[in-house]
T-cell receptor, first 114, second 113 residues
Framework: DTAVSQTPKYLVTQMGNDKSIKCEQN?????MYWYKQDSKKFLKIMFS???????INETVPNRFSPKSPDKAHLNLHINSLELGDSAVYFC?????????????FGPGTRLTVL | KQEVTQIPAALSVPEGENLVLNCSFT??????LQWFRQDPGKGLTSLLL?????REQTSGRLNASLDKSSGRSTLYIAASQPGDSATYLC????????????FGQGTILTVHP
């Protein structure tokens, strides 16, 4: 199936740990995004990469570091996890970084920090 | 500050009703607007994408309109079914956002048999 996939689907961890979430798309897109959906269901963009280069960084703490090994993958590494990091993280992709392009979303990763 | 407001926050209707979900936005220079559906514990499914040059888009029982001058979009669902129950989100890409979508907080729709 052509899609945006994320692993893991669920992640439960202790405060202070470091964790990574992986995202892959096989749609042939060159732009990928990370969004965060908080407990109030509000979705906000965190990062955007185009052809492995950072395009958008929306005032996200330095503990969050995206890594794009190639244009089909955008992973999110989080250091020193805090309680407030608990949320659902969505990966998305589009063809091109133009604002005209439709975005396709992955199924989300629910992160719970205890 | 870019903002998106969705009204109503929640809606409960009997099966078969036609209904309208509203979305308003503050950015006058939008590039496109997308309507998404989110089922509990699931990801976002794109329903309709309206480019800034378009007035409306249709897919099956869904019709979305866009009025840039008033900063509004509506999603019309005809002959609602229990399977339509979900959260509906609108989001727009605007200005020099390089594809960044700004989301509303959604309308929770419940269609009961």
């Amino acid at each position: 199936d052509t899609a945006v996939s994320q692993t893991p689907k669920y992640l439960v961890t202790q405060m202070g740990n470091d964790k990574s979430i992986k995202c892959e798309q096989n749609l042939g897109h060159d732009t990928m995004y990370w969004y965060k959906q908080d407990s109030k269901k509000f979705l906000k963009i965190m990062f955007s990469y185009n052809n492995k280069e950072l395009i958008i960084n929306e005032t996200v703490p330095n503990r969050f570091s995206p890594k794009s090994p190639d244009k089909a993958h955008l992973n999110l590494h989080i250091n020193s996890l805090e309680l407030g990091d608990s949320a659902v993280y969505f990966c998305a992709s589009s063809q091109g970084q133009s604002s005209y392009n439709e975005q396709f979303f992955g199924p989300g990763t629910r992160l719970t920090v205890l | 500050k870019q903002e998106v407001t969705q009204i109503p926050a929640a809606l409960s209707v009997p099966e078969g009703e036609n209904l309208v979900l509203n979305c308003s936005f503050t950015d006058s220079a939008i590039y496109n607007l997308q309507w998404f559906r989110q089922d509990p514990g699931k990801g976002l499914t794109s329903l309709l994408l309206i480019q800034s040059s378009q007035r409306e888009q249709t897919s099956g029982r869904l019709n979305a309109s866009l009025d840039k001058s008033s900063g509004r979009s509506t999603l019309y669902i005809a002959a609602s079914q229990p399977g339509d129950s979900a959260t509906y989100l609108c989001a727009y890409a605007g200005g020099t956002s390089y594809g960044k979508l700004t989301f509303g907080q959604g309308t929770i729709l419940t269609v009961h048999p």
